[in-house]
């Protein structure tokens, strides 16, 4: 096993110079078009109980551009397990990685969060009235945009690799072998898709 960062360069060599020039420690006017364009960001986080990677998605623009070093992530409905949120109030690091549909490439965003919920920032983000319940604002330190290779490789975006939802484990019954028994798998199945859509904001 490799044990040290010598041996890694040993491997790899010198990064592409190309590879440098990418890298600044603000949205420009490139960047700031990719994040307007995207409606989904992984999120990663750090705390004391682990790391957590988790998704976030809306429509294009959802994360606002308060400035060219801060953004702002609406914090909407979920699973209330509350992972990246407990997460940074204990350590303020985060990453971000933007997806575009189509487009090959993706964006990296390194920074710092805290959590906001004030009333001003909450409305910000309002949806048919509805409110986020907290905002997760990120003062940016470092911006990158990663090359197509790993989506070309992935052919995320080929039509023709997308699984059959009939192939795949359901959520149902997921849940049932994670259960102690007695869940109702196909009930949670056939009313899934109302739930999902009257709880998105």
């Known amino acids: 096993m490799l044990t040290d960062i010598a041996q890694l360069e040993q491997i790899y060599?010198?990064?592409h110079e190309r590879s440098l020039w990418k890298e600044i420690d603000h949205l420009n006017q490139d960047y700031q078009a990719f994040v307007n364009a995207s409606p989904f960001v992984v999120l990663a986080s750090s705390g004391p109980e682990g790391m957590d990677c988790s998704p976030?998605?809306?429509l294009p623009g959802f994360v606002q551009i308060?400035?060219?070093r801060t953004l702002a992530i609406p914090d909407r409905p979920g699973n209330n397990r509350i992972d990246t949120l407990r997460?940074?109030?204990k350590d303020a690091r985060i990453g971000l990685l933007f997806i575009v549909p189509g487009i090959g490439e993706t964006l990296r965003v390194n920074g710092r969060a805290e959590i906001s919920a004030e009333p001003a920032m909450l409305e910000k983000f309002a949806i048919d009235g509805k409110l986020p319940r907290t905002v997760i604002i990120v003062k940016v330190e470092a911006v990158y945009f990663?090359?197509?290779?790993a989506l070309v490789r992935?052919?995320?975006?080929?039509?023709g690799q997308q699984v059959e939802p009939a192939g795949f484990p359901s959520p149902g019954a997921m849940l049932?072998?994670?259960s102690s028994g007695g869940f109702d798998a196909d009930t949670y199945d056939r009313e899934l898709p109302a739930r999902v859509q009257a709880s998105l904001y």
Request: hydrophobic share 25%.
């Open 13 to 15: 060599g010198k990064p």
């Open 56 to 58: 976030k998605g809306d």
């Open 66 to 68: 308060l400035d060219e």
């Open 87 to 89: 997460n940074i109030l």
């Open 146 to 149: 990663h090359c197509s290779k």
């Open 154 to 159: 992935s052919k995320l975006w080929d039509p």
């Open 176 to 178: 049932k072998r994670l």
